[in-house]
């Protein structure tokens, strides 16, 4: 969990603080894939959860299926 947790906050930094779900979730998987694991979206979703509980992310509902997840801490 926590290469998946570190993944998402170097994606998240390297486009510049926010990022789209959806966006985010294929830069992940396929980064992960380079190491031969298959990312799932329930296991995604935790990540961001685990991440927002911290005070890390927050994760905004723009429509009802858009989220964008934004950095809190750069």
Do not use: C, P, Q, W
């Amino acid at each position: 969990m926590s290469k998946i947790l570190s993944v998402i906050l170097h994606e998240l930094k390297r486009n510049g603080g926010s990022v789209d779900e959806r966006e985010l979730y294929e830069s992940v998987a396929k980064i992960l894939r380079k190491y031969d694991y298959e990312l799932t979206l329930k296991e995604f979703n935790k990540a961001l959860l685990s991440l927002e509980t911290r005070g890390l992310i927050t994760v905004t509902t723009l429509k009802k299926n858009m989220r964008v997840v934004r950095l809190l801490s750069r």
